[in-house]
Structures are given as C-alpha cells and as structure tokens.
C-alpha cells in the first residue's frame, strides 16, 4: 500500500510540471502580444515625431 502511494505521489508531481510548462508558455505568449502591440503603436507615433522633427529641421 505504501508503495502504491509513493507512485501515486510520483506521478502527481509530474503532473504538474507539465501544467507549469503550459501555464508559462501562456505568459510568453501574452507577453509577446503585448510587446508586439505596444511597439506598432509607439512605431507608428514615434515615425510620425521624427518626420515632423526632420521637417522642421
């Protein structure tokens, strides 16, 4: 019984690895869609400063 326990034991510990796994790959993800939306829209209003920079100039 004992036995059967630590394997049962076992086997819950990996489990949750691969849900930690999961769990960051969502973060990564997440993360990389807000990097990405966050450099269109800065791209966008930091091209449209310099043209009016190098107008100026």
Do not use: P, W
């Not at 034991?9 to 930690?20: E, K």
């Not at 990389?32 to 791209?43: K, T």
């Amino acid at each position: 019984m004992i036995k059967f326990i630590a394997k049962f034991q076992a086997r819950m510990a990996t489990a949750d690895r691969g849900a930690t796994a999961v769990e960051y790959g969502l973060m990564v993800a997440l993360i990389a869609i807000v990097i990405i939306v966050a450099v269109s829209l800065l791209g966008n209003n930091l091209s449209g400063l310099f043209n009016k920079v190098a107008g100026s100039v």
